[in-house]
């Protein structure tokens, strides 16, 4: 069997939640993140599609950043900044013994990833899940003075896309490349609910590129992956 053609779509469901494990379902506001930003491999693509989202429900809206953007401006205008984030790595942890499948994940990786090239190929930002730094000790200092920098792009950015999905709404998104977040909402006894789940990049690509041979053009697809321009 071909592993290419195997995707294994595991949904999540997010709502508010009695003791939640997450803070993703509670009501508070999420700043913009990448998504499992602690794995090895965090998920290429994320689809949160809204199932329902009452009219009492206040706040609640889904915000987005084009995070390739935000950082190509940031290498024009903070050179220095931008290399240190492309070569120091942070620390991204989940450690969570206090609910039913304990997780304990921690990875080093910097914030913006380069190919042979110095081109953007990937970045990750999720600020909650960021833990003590393993570094040299004169790398630390210039290290939170350029993520300062970088925090205050992504906060200050005029790009960021406010969104208030409405039932039925599917938002697809390269969680390599896109941030994601979520104004703070009221549900007033109503009930706001997403449902997500992720794609392998991989899986996706390759999909896109076998079809492309067996019954389109034949020729690369553009716009796939975080290298198609290459
Ligand atoms: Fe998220």
């Not at 950015?157 to 703070?184: A, C």
């Not at 794609?199 to 796939?224: A, R």
Request: with cysteine; glycine share 6%; charged share 20%.
């Amino acid at each position: 069997m071909d592993l290419c053609f195997i995707v294994i779509l595991l949904t999540f469901d997010v709502k508010s939640a009695p003791n939640p494990v997450n803070i993703a379902y509670t009501s508070v506001a999420l700043s913009l993140h990448t998504d499992l930003v602690y794995m090895e491999s965090p998920p290429g693509l994320q689809l949160l599609h809204c199932l329902r989202f009452d009219d009492c429900v206040e706040g609640g809206e889904s915000t987005y950043l084009d995070l390739f953007h935000v950082v190509e401006e940031f290498r024009k205008s903070h050179p220095r900044y931008f290399q240190i984030l492309s070569t120091i790595p942070a620390t991204f942890h989940k450690c969570h013994y206090d609910r039913e499948n304990p997780y304990h994940l921690v990875y080093q990786k910097p914030h913006i990833i380069l190919n042979h090239r110095k081109q953007v190929v990937g970045l990750n930002w999720a600020p909650p899940f960021e833990g003590p730094l393993l570094v040299e000790e004169d790398d630390v200092l210039m290290y939170y003075e350029a993520y300062e920098e970088l925090a205050k792009a992504i906060k200050n950015s005029d790009k960021i896309l406010t969104y208030g999905m409405k039932v039925g709404d599917l938002m697809i998104f390269n969680n390599h490349r896109v941030l994601h977040g979520r104004n703070e909402f009221k549900l007033n006894d109503g009930i706001r609910h997403l449902q997500g789940c992720y794609i392998g990049i991989d899986d996706f690509k390759c999909k896109v590129q076998v079809l492309s041979n067996q019954v389109g053009d034949g020729q690369p697809p553009k716009h796939v992956g975080n290298q198609s321009w290459l």
